[in-house]
């Protein structure tokens, strides 16, 4: 069974910093590639980052560059989301997507606020 889990947000205040883990399961996690993507309230689904089996990084927000930072670690199956200097406007549930069939996590929420 693919499975992808999410794990380490919570509530920062503004400029802290957070990282997010997903860990996958069931697949061939050195093969695949695996995106980063956030939901605010009322809001669509957006990309946030991606990295490939390769390790080649692709950022999709503008607003995360040079804030945020996409690794991966094929011995613990896990790809990581360093978050820094983080912004109330970050606020979102943030869920990793990936595998052989692009298969999502539940969704980790981080709230932004002071």
């Known amino acids: 069974e693919v499975k992808l889990v999410e794990s380490g947000g919570g509530l920062v205040q503004p400029g802290g910093s957070l990282r997010l883990s997903c860990v996958a399961s069931?697949?061939?996690?050195?093969?695949?590639?695996i995106s980063w993507y956030r939901q605010a309230p009322g809001k669509e689904r957006e990309l946030v980052a991606a990295?490939?089996?390769?390790?080649?990084?692709?950022f999709g927000a503008d607003s995360v560059k040079g804030r945020f930072t996409i690794s991966r670690d094929n011995a613990e199956n896990t790809v990581y989301l360093q978050m820094d200097n983080l912004r109330p406007e970050d606020t979102a549930v943030y869920y990793c997507s990936g595998g052989p069939f692009g298969s999502w996590g539940q969704g980790t929420q981080v709230t932004v606020s002071s």
């Open positions: 069931g697949f061939t996690f050195s093969s695949y590639g």
């Open positions: 990295i490939n089996s390769a390790g080649v990084r692709l």
